[in-house]
């Protein structure tokens, strides 16, 4: 394919040259959004009279017909072009003649591509915000099934203090939400136009940019022709928000692959989301979420990547900025391969309610619970606490849980102790007297639920 810009050049490029420089194997994926970019310009051209309506009439409909040809697989797009915008321009100049040549008048590809890269992440944060809205109706119906299935609540991965599955399964649909958000205020901040800018310096023609950018449901055009085609902060942004989305579902597969393992035996995934082994015939292994927690560090390193690339350009375009595009789809592509599969993996697990109860029974989590007994009863906090670490070291000794002590044992270390105590420390007790907004007793997480349900409801894709 001749190049658009060949006639300063007296030789050829250098085939090893032109393989190096093309981005249609990954721009290709932009043509809707370069077709639907450059029927706006078109319209504005002829509007404005700085092409004839005639041609800006037989360049739309020739855009169309190019659009309908790629999406029907009619037609192909030339791997030895430069990139989807020069594919497009020449199939439409091939079609249509003289009038095609018309359509890059006011325009460089370094606005074109800018705003083809703000249309297809603004697309795409649409399908992703879909997909995660999925996946928190998903934990908020399986949360309104477990509130009142105990489990223990960990830190250092040691059992700390009673929960309930569901006011854990609540604490990564809080985390999603804020992802929700970040993703919103991303395309809120990426939704200005930068068509017009040109190379860098705008055009000497008449242009209309406030109807390029109302055309293509923009708020307003950037209002920098330098900031317009220089920066990539949007991308950056994005794959941030993304890094932060991954992070939240790789800490929650971590949690999934102990569940399911034997030691823990909380939950057992379905069939249909689990591997097996190429020699134990026994295994059944957590795949899904172990490739979740690896292409979270993939994520996060398409992160890196933009960073790097932006950190040392001068304005304006730079060709490093070529790498953008590559780093911020792939980020797009894992963020939503690892939700699709994860939501459905979720949604037909099993919950070993009888396994959390029983864990939840052992490692003294109503400890705490036994010294504000005696923190109720008029002793300061700190003598509770070493009167109850010194209970707990005494049912170690002797093979016991503060449930099963003799009250013998525990008036021997404080006379305060009655038959009281029992009822104080049982798990439903601990639970449910955590009355503290956002805790786990039956009536914290119901008001979590409630609220939970009215925020998903609120949100728009």
């Not at 420089?21 to 639907?36: A, E, L, T």
């Not at 919103?184 to 040109?198: I, V």
């Not at 305060?416 to 049982?426: H, N, P, R, S």
């Amino acid at each position: 394919m001749a190049k658009m810009w060949a006639g300063r050049f007296s030789k050829e490029v250098d085939e090893t040259v032109n393989a190096f420089n093309s981005s249609i194997s990954f721009d290709g994926r932009m043509y809707p959004q370069d077709i639907r970019g450059s029927i706006a310009h078109a319209t504005m051209l002829g509007d404005c009279g700085i092409i004839p309506k005639e041609d800006a009439e037989k360049i739309i409909n020739g855009l169309k017909e190019i659009l309908a040809d790629i999406d029907s697989g009619t037609l192909l797009m030339d791997p030895t072009a430069e990139d989807i915008h020069m594919f497009v321009e020449a199939e439409l100049t091939k079609r249509i003649g003289d009038a095609g040549k018309r359509l890059h008048t006011a325009r460089s590809r370094n606005d074109q591509v800018a705003l083809d890269v703000r249309l297809i992440l603004r697309d795409e944060i649409a399908e992703i915000r879909k997909l995660l809205h999925a996946l928190l109706r998903t934990l908020v119906k399986i949360a309104e099934e477990h509130t009142d299935t105990i489990m223990p609540g960990y830190t250092h991965l040691q059992r700390a203090q009673p929960v309930t599955l569901a006011h854990h399964i609540l604490a990564y649909v809080w985390m999603l939400l804020r992802d929700d958000g970040r993703l919103c205020d991303t395309a809120k901040r990426m939704n200005y136009c930068p068509l017009g800018a040109g190379a860098l310096a705008g055009t000497t023609y008449p242009i209309n940019r406030q109807q390029t950018a109302s055309l293509l449901d923009f708020t307003a055009p950037v209002p920098n022709s330098l900031d317009a085609v220089s920066d990539r902060d949007f991308c950056v942004e994005l794959a941030n928000a993304l890094s932060l989305l991954m992070v939240h579902l790789s800490r929650f597969s971590e949690e999934i692959i102990m569940w399911c393992s034997w030691e823990f035996k909380f939950i057992e995934l379905d069939d249909a989301y689990a591997t097996g082994s190429s020699i134990m015939p026994q295994k059944k292994n957590p795949d899904v979420t172990e490739l979740i927690r690896g292409k979270t560090g993939r994520v996060i390193g398409d992160l890196t990547t933009l960073l790097s690339m932006l950190k040392g350009l001068p304005l304006a375009y730079n060709k490093d900025m070529q790498e953008d595009k590559e780093a911020i789809f792939d980020a797009i592509d894992q963020a939503k391969l690892c939700i699709k599969t994860f939501d459905p993996m979720l949604a037909t697990m099993r919950v070993n309610k009888d396994r959390m109860r029983a864990a939840a029974a052992q490692g003294f989590i109503n400890a705490t619970d036994c010294a504000d007994y005696l923190v109720k009863k008029g002793l300061p906090f700190r003598d509770a606490y070493k009167i109850t670490g010194s209970l707990v070291a005494k049912c170690i000794a002797e093979g016991l849980t503060l449930e099963t002590l003799p009250l013998s044992s525990y008036q021997a270390e404080c006379p305060t102790f009655g038959e009281d105590v029992y009822e104080a420390i049982a798990l439903e007790t601990c639970l449910n007297g955590r009355i503290s907004e956002g805790g786990p007793s039956a009536a914290a997480v119901r008001v979590q639920l409630d609220a939970a349900k009215a925020a998903i409801e609120e949100l728009k894709a």
